[in-house]
């Protein structure tokens, strides 16, 4: 595993220029084009990190699977009358859509979506961006995990599209808070910073039936581990997911700050971190690097 991930490393060490650094959130574009990073644990506790693996980065919509995680084990059914489980076929932050479907998103991984998500748990958990950040401490082992104001601020101030999608599900009645309230927060849980090592760790309970095997303690059931993995795989990197599928071959989530983590049921996490960015704002290298990782391996949930 080791030999591979450096050779995997090495050979794209000098990989840019494919993509582009994400600028409409304007501290994003300062974050250098070159940083590289791969994080990898397995289920047995084995960890291996090369490149910029100590360096923070925005996780940006990876927080959603976390959102989705704290959510999971408070509601029922209901919360699927609310939001689909099917891949949309439109970028991340996409209105066409959710007009003609009347308000209803077609996944929470989706800008939309995880709106309704965070609508939904600021609800049942109303200090949620403190109970957010303890969650992703305790899933990742480590107290140096927080927020980025300026990045959140930065957000918040000028993301009229994620407003613009809030408006018309509430005109839909599928919002409840208050559009300002819930969008700060899901501002707030995007710009949680986080080293591919700490979201390596952090995701592993969905390798492990929903178990954090730092302490034993269930996330969420086997159920809903299965099922938040069958959501990363079918949605977590938007219009780009079946070819991530294809290519990789992992559940996956990815972020606009270059960050991609993805998992092997019943065997590993992996966190992959290089911020230029494709057309669907995905990582250009992080997408390379998984799917060499996979197949040299010889592992795939396939
Ligand atoms: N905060 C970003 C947004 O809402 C998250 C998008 C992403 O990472 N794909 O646009």
């Known amino acids: 595993m080791k030999t591979i991930i450096k050779s995997i490393y090495d050979n794209y060490r000098n990989f840019t220029g494919a993509g582009k650094v994400a600028d409409y959130i304007a501290p994003l574009a300062n974050v250098s084009a070159d940083k590289y990073a791969i994080s990898v644990c397995t289920i047995e506790g084995e960890k291996y990190n090369i490149g910029d693996y100590k360096e923070k980065f925005s996780i940006q919509s990876i927080s959603k699977v976390l959102t989705l995680a704290m959510l999971a084990p408070l509601t029922g059914e209901e919360l699927w009358e609310c939001v689909g489980k099917e891949p949309s076929g439109s970028p991340f932050n996409s209105l066409v859509q959710l007009e003609y479907e009347k308000g209803i998103p077609r996944n929470p991984f989706i800008n939309a979506g995880a709106l309704v998500i965070t609508d939904k748990l600021l609800q049942k958990v109303p200090d949620l961006n403190n109970r957010l950040l303890e969650f992703a401490r305790s899933l990742a082992g480590s107290n140096d995990i927080d927020f980025n104001k300026e990045i959140a601020d930065n957000e918040y101030r000028t993301g009229e599209r994620n407003k613009a999608l809030a408006h018309l599900m509430k005109s839909f009645g599928n919002f409840n808070g208050k559009v300002s309230h819930v969008f700060r927060t899901y501002c707030n849980h995007c710009s949680m910073e986080m080293n591919t090592e700490q979201l390596a760790q952090a995701f592993l309970f969905l390798a492990n039936k929903g178990i954090n095997p730092l302490n034993g303690e269930q996330i969420v059931g086997y159920r809903d581990s299965k099922r938040i993995n069958a959501l990363m795989l079918t949605c977590g990197l938007y219009d780009e997911s079946g070819d991530f599928a294809y290519r990789v071959g992992m559940p996956g989530k990815s972020g606009v700050?270059?960050?991609?983590?993805?998992?092997?049921?019943?065997?590993?996490?992996?966190?992959?971190w290089s911020?230029?960015?494709?057309?669907y704002g995905n990582s250009c290298r992080g997408i390379a690097t998984l799917a060499d990782f996979t197949t040299e391996l010889g592992i795939s949930i396939f």
């Open 275 to 279: 911020p230029e960015l494709n057309k």
């Open 257 to 272: 700050g270059g960050g991609i983590v993805a998992v092997i049921p019943g065997k590993l996490s992996i966190a992959v």
